[in-house]
């Protein structure tokens, strides 16, 4: 069994769309869960992060762990053309240091 | 501007010809990696560095070496490239924080390495 499972898409949807992205993983030492979205031809920014279960908001985007069944989202509401990205899911254990990337979700948004 | 940089971003090389993908980053941070990133596998590590000095291999190290003489530059290393390393590479940087402020990871442009 892989350490982090994200589909890799694609994902296509219309504008304005709620878009829900998700990863689920093995390791329950994970503590700190983050998101990554990475343009064509870019580097991977940090878009969100969360530490232990629970949501996070911002702005559109919403993150939400459930550390019981192992599995992340993250939502994007009202969906733009430049929300089209890779999102990658992300994890770091309790020793804080190595980060496990999934990898990664290509999302579409169509206007 | 707090960035990493690295070059080339974009290399054609032949299979056994030695060459040096530089990385540089202006943020003070201790940590350094080199990571690779392949359709379906995602990022990969292949080094890390802890400080000036000290290295360790990642996930998929074979075929690479890398050196911290400074703190601001990584260089990643193919003494003897093959096809297998063709790849989008990636350089990243992140401050020594605690577990609760999070690890953030920031990353080099990409470099394109295509090895015939």
């Known amino acids: 069994q892989k350490e982090v499972e994200q589909d890799p898409g694609p994902l296509s949807v219309p504008e304005g769309a709620i878009v829900s992205l998700n990863c689920t993983y093995s390791n329950s030492a994970f503590q700190y869960f983050m998101w990554y979205r990475q343009y064509s031809r870019k580097g991977p920014e940090l878009l969100m992060y969360?530490?232990?279960?629970g949501n996070k908001e911002d702005g559109r985007f919403t993150a939400q762990v459930d550390k019981s069944s192992k599995y992340i989202s993250l939502f994007i509401r009202d969906s733009q053309p430049s929300d089209s990205a890779t999102y990658l899911c992300?994890?770091?254990?309790?020793?804080?240091?190595?980060?496990?990337f999934g990898a990664g979700t290509r999302l579409f948004v169509k206007a | 501007e707090a960035q990493v940089t690295q070059n080339p971003r974009y290399l054609i090389t032949v299979t056994g010809k030695k060459l040096t993908v530089t990385c540089s980053q202006n943020m003070n941070h201790e940590y350094m990696s080199w990571y690779r990133q392949d359709p379906g596998l995602g990022l990969r590590q292949i080094y890390y560095s802890m400080n000036v000095e000290v290295t360790d291999k990642g996930d998929v190290p074979e075929g690479y070496k890398v050196s911290r003489k400074e703190k601001r530059n990584f260089p990643l290393i193919l003494e003897s490239p093959s096809p297998n390393q063709t790849s989008l590479y990636f350089c990243?940087?992140?401050?020594?924080?605690?577990?609760?402020?999070?690890?953030?990871?920031?990353f080099g442009e990409g470099s394109w390495l295509t090895v015939v």
């Open positions: 990243a940087s992140s401050p020594r924080t605690g577990l609760r402020s999070g690890n953030t990871i920031y």
């Open positions: 969360t530490y232990s279960s």
């Open positions: 992300a994890f770091l254990n309790t020793g804080g240091f190595k980060t496990i």
